[in-house]
T-cell receptor, first 111, second 113 residues
């Protein structure tokens, strides 16, 4: 079993839709939860990170963590064509905070 | 502030050759990590350098090595290239070892023929 499972997509939504991106994890040692966005031909960009169960908002983005179910989500409200990218969940561990990534969900927001 | 820079951006090598990739972290950042990204395996941690010392290593063969210089710049070397080494190699820098915020460069796309 993989440590991290991420809905593979691809996901295609109309502009303005609410998008839900999801990951499950099996390693109880994961205590921090991160979301990265990667545009084509670019490196991943950190969107949000949190360490507690519950919701954390940042503008149109909300990260949700349920530690009891080992399930994390990223919601994007009022999605824009500029949100079209691959979204990766990531879990840092160890003293180097080395990241274990999900496989990524490719999102396309249609104008 | 300039971001993480990686050179070269694209590289084509032949099986059996070796390659060196370079990463310049954000000014003031002292920790550099390297990741390999492939369609099949996704993003995988290679190793991390801090204060010119390799602090952590992922599950990759010894053909993958690296080093860090006193100015925090880092290089990664792959010897005896195999077709399966074709990937996007990403460098990430952070202010210090243990910092959660890691900033990625654009990557070096290596193609092995």
């Amino acid at each position: 079993q993989k440590e991290v499972e991420q809905d593979p997509g691809p996901l295609s939504v109309p502009e303005g839709a609410i998008v839900s991106l999801n990951c499950t994890y099996s390693n109880s040692a994961f205590q921090y939860f991160m979301w990265y966005r990667q545009y084509s031909r670019k490196g991943p960009e950190l969107l949000m990170y949190t360490y507690s169960s519950g919701n954390k908002e940042d503008g149109r983005f909300t990260a949700q963590v349920d530690k009891s179910s080992k399930y994390i989500s990223l919601f994007i409200r009022d999605s824009q064509p500029s949100d079209s990218a691959t979204y990766l969940c990531a879990f840092p561990r160890g003293p180097a905070r080395q990241l274990t990534f999900g496989s990524g969900t490719q999102l396309t927001v249609l104008p | 502030k300039a971001g993480v820079t990686q050179t070269p951006r694209y590289l084509i090598k032949t099986r059996g050759q070796q390659v060196t990739l370079s990463c310049s972290p954000i000014s003031g950042h002292r920790s550099v990590s390297w990741y390999q990204q492939t369609p099949g395996q996704g993003l995988q941690f290679l190793f991390e350098y801090f204060s010119e010392t390799q602090r952590n290593k992922g599950n990759f063969p010894g053909r993958f090595s690296g080093r860090q210089f006193s100015n925090s710049r880092s290089e990664m070397n792959v010897s005896t290239l195999e077709l399966g080494d074709s990937a996007l190699y990403l460098c990430a820098s952070s202010l210090r070892q243990g910092a959660y915020e890691q900033y990625f460069g654009p990557g070096t796309r290596l193609t092995v023929t």
